[in-house]
């Protein structure tokens, strides 16, 4: 990202050690272009300062990296959305979007939201030796999964103990398998593991007859 200042002095040299102590940089440190020169006038009538534009690449920090991303992939799929980050630290940051009619950036239980935040993570990650989680929702979606699945696998370890026997569950990601798996790990009589491949892995909620 390129940060530009214009200033305005007597000389040239006036201006740029100006732009410089705003700026907080060295000579060698930035670009000096001269928009106008001084000029002295007659008598010192008709004088006028000099002007600089003086610039320096300033690094973008991974916020910044994943906001331009998100702005750039949302106008690519004409949806206007906007990405807000919640909070932020070394090893995370939680982006919020919002605008209308979302639905499109969710997808079928999730699935287009879970592609576009592992496009960002790639994005921003990408040949950064120091990686940063980044956690995309859209009108509290991923809360409201998450609380649908806690419920889905409690209405589900019950069956198994009711009837003692194994329940396969629907496809699942990565994500929503771990809700399930967490959910049940305290469930009494029941355990869980998961079988086949992606994108078909599955959870089974089985009956833990060494319980009884």
Known sequence: MTVTIQVSAKTEEEAIASALEQLG???????????ERAKSGFL??????????VSYEKPETKSEKVQAFLTGLFEHMNV?????????????????LVGENLGALIGR???TLDAIQHLANYSVNRGSENRVRINIDAENYRAKRTESLERLAKKVAGKV?????????????AYERHVIHTALQEYPGVTTHSTGSEPNRRVVVAYDRSAQ
């Open 25 to 35: 940089k060295e000579l060698d440190e930035v670009s000096i272009e001269v928009v």
């Open 44 to 53: 010192g009538i008709g004088s006028t300062n000099a002007v600089v534009k």
């Open 80 to 96: 206007e959305a906007q990405a807000n980050i919640v909070n932020e630290d070394e090893a995370a940051i939680n982006i919020e």
């Open 109 to 111: 239980r999730g699935e």
């Open 161 to 173: 103990t009711k009837y003692r026997r194994n329940i396969t569950l629907e496809p699942m990601n």
